[in-house]
């Protein structure tokens, strides 16, 4: 070591030369850019595909193998005969890998090309562009498209001038105004079109150049205390993160990306403040640039930027708080003759001054920019109190659509850490936080603190402790970090860390809080994720590098185990799942859009055949596509899903009546919900008015008429009413598609809703005590109190709200689709149901038998290990046309037989209109089907269009 210890030396002191350490900071920051770049391009490649491609070929040649041996071996059971194909497909690739190399890349092609949109430029050149990712960047391009074409997000102006958009909740419009997201995204779309590309060019690749800048803040946050390599870890932690990277990849140009950015940069002015407190134009800079930042966050994150705000508010009183404690008890160790409590307010005051500077600054330039009532809004944003976003009806009775909402879902606090990174990440980063309390060499003491905070952070991130009350679980979590700043104030030394600590931890917390509201809310844990773990990488190397220093004298091998151990732990694979890259790479690849020709296709066609008043009626997930592409108005989308047109729209899917279907069209594409809500304006109650809608709906406009006058409405309020329910509606669509057959118990949970048991769910929720709901309940609806008393109490026995949304109306589902065969006694339709076990054995609902003479014996076989193991009935089944009811069921199915298939489903919605669109392709006889499209995937897509004339003339006369 002697011998080499000189050239050691030098190498020490050329990595402490500032402009070696310049070079290394830049370097370090442009790889975590390409890093973080280079994963989020990812979808503009579809390297999926690749997979598919190869999985397509293979399960072509073994269907055909096996079609082989089946012939040659009669007798071979399934499993040995898959086994046979497997063996020799594997000897078949041997001998022919070229040939399938070619197969699979032309499969390959023909998949990526599903998903793409081939664009011919002016000068003849072709550029296939991907479509967008998701649902929501259709919303925003479609917005920043006109901006770029008119200048304004307006579509026309209303009655009073206000700027409208006519697409929503067709055919009213809605009131809106210029996001400053779609400001930035129009800047994108108008230089892709300057460099000959097409506007979603622009919108594809802008969560991937906002992501490079998005990091930066993270880097330099940390890098300012624990150098370079920490801020790296802290930056690709950002940057690569599965929470966010999900939502900000290329494709996927949504506004998550300014969730972290505006609060990163945030954070970094206001330590910036902080750190030089005593500079007085760099301390008032720092806060006032943190309040602006504030503020312009306000204009890119309506919703949710007062979360951001609130978090800084309390770590900026905490701060001071923290330093006033310190110095105080620094005053009281001392002799009574040195004592000096009057230096704790002006070493407080300084930054008590910046909680001020900050909470202005943003009410300021928040008002300035968006009204003071935003700024009000956002100041009781923590306090707001509404129904919860579980709630299965809203106040006014009418369903509560966010509770189907996935990103909505409320997930177990074991979904949560792993949604983090997994116990180990986090542990890491738990260790981060509390670590940058403490000073870089630990006594006795310190170590104590660190042992005792590891240990108990490792159980409360065990199973047993995950089981925990929420409450109880933030609670207890919150004990380590309380512990380790009480413990920092009785210290002799000052880190002077401890307001990057209270941040992060500040961050975490209320991250931690926030996931349990929600999946959605996952990368509000990120600063506090990024902050400790780039503190633990920035106390690992110092801890090292002294233990190095000790041992032989020498600093620098130390710091490199220390950065082996480090990227080992946050980015290769563990025992506990993968490392930090390997996840984001993977939900890179996988990452690929829901968009695809037949969708473009089918909306395109629409756009080229309709008027351009025409409206647009499905269900509300795919509400944007029909927007951009079609450029049509829309019934309700995800802006507006939380509406009415819910249970209107799953009713009329749900319901078996084709007429009853067009009258309740009729009215959303006369008035949207207005009918309703103009009766219940006079009747101000919301069963009254829901019946008298539902009444006068499904009748011509004299009966309608009629029964408004028996309700006691003037001539001046039918009139109105009228108008926007028994008009002569425009140009109207209706789609059905693949995807609603497994949303069809979200639209048939809707659609059945039923508001007199929502009325009872609202007693049992809110009534003052049970004697007064069960009173509501029975003078409401008009039956006794023992029947109101029964109800009121099946309402508050529901275990959550869940069941209770069940109680008030089921989620029906589909089993599927399967194909029936007839002779001249039975028609038989194979079922293939797996009903669960009995007694260890596998029972099978193998097939429906119906006997043709006498449809009421129908049966379903049951086999177990392949053997008769009995016989059940359905509930019902509808056969040639006659429906058969088996009050003996045992299934709670309806099973529909039509043409050689059989539609499996719950008895709520198997005869359904939606199973007449889409499973028999019948439009009936006041629609015709324009387009059916069928998707690479094999799902199928089918418009209609609604004969207006055929069906007034039947309803009118």
Known sequence: MEKIKPYLDKTDKFFEKKSVQTTALILLVLLAMFIVVDVRLAPAELPIVDTWAQESVRSMYIQQIEAQLRQEFPTLPAANLRNRANQEYERFRQENIEQIRIQEQATAQSFRRQLQLEVERPDG?????????????????????RILETGTVCTHRGENGECMEKYFRAPLGRTTSTDWHGIVQTQFLRVAVWMGYIPMTGAFYMPAIIALFMILPAFF?????????????????????????TRTMAGFADTDPWTLFFPLFMILALVYAIDNKQHTIKFLTGGILAGILTATYSRFWTGGWWFAFFTLLIALLAIPAYYALREAYIQYKKTSNKQDYSQILPKTTRLLTLFGIYFIT?????????????????LLGPFARTTGLQNPLNQDLWPNVLTTVAELNVPSLTQIINSMGGTLFVLVV???????????????????????????????LSQGALQLPVIVYLLLFSLPFIGAV???????????NAH???????????????NTQGVRFQLLTLPGLALGAGFFTGWILDQLGMFSKKKINYTFPGKTIAIVLVLLIFFLPTSTGDGLYNRAQTAAESHIPMMNDAWWDALTFINQNSSEDAIITSWWDFGHWFKYIAERRVTFDGASQNTPQAHWVGHMFQTIDYTETLSILRMLNCGANTAYERIHERTQNVLEAYRITDDIIGTSSTQARSILEQEGFSTEEITSILEVSHCTPPESYVIVSEDMVGKSSVWGHFGGWDFERAYVAQQAQTARNQQVGVRNISETLGISETSAQALFQEARAQPNSRALAAWISTYPSYVGERRCSSTQETTI??????????????????????PRDNPQNSTIRLFAQGQLAGTVQPLIITYEGEEYIFPEADFNLGIRIREGRAVIGQPEIFNSVFTQLFFDEDPGEFMQLVTREVQFTGGKILVYKVDWDAYLAYRES
């Open 125 to 145: 050149s072709v550029f296939a562009q991907t479509y967008l990712t998701g649902i929501d960047p259709w919303h925003y391009l479609h917005r920043a498209e």
């Open 221 to 245: 946050i940390v890098a300012r205390r624990y150098g370079s390599f920490a801020g790296f870890i802290a930056a690709l932690v950002v940057g690569l993160h599965v929470s966010l990277l």
């Open 362 to 378: 943003t009410a300021i330039f928040t008002t300035a920019f968006s009204g003071f009532k935003a700024f009000t809004n956002g």
């Open 430 to 460: 738990l260790l981060g936080l509390i670590v940058a309390l403490l000073p870089k060499k630990l006594e006795g003491k310190d170590w104590g603190i660190l042992g005792g905070a590891f240990v108990y952070l490792l159980f409360m």
């Open 486 to 496: 009480i413990y920092n104030i009785y210290r002799k030394e000052e880190t002077g």
């Open 500 to 514: 990057y600590a209270i941040i992060g931890i500040g961050f975490f917390l209320a991250g931690l809080f926030a």
């Open 829 to 850: 339709c194979d079922l293939s149901l797996d009903v669960g076990t009995q007694q260890g054995v596998q029972i099978i609902a193998q097939d429906l038998v119906i």
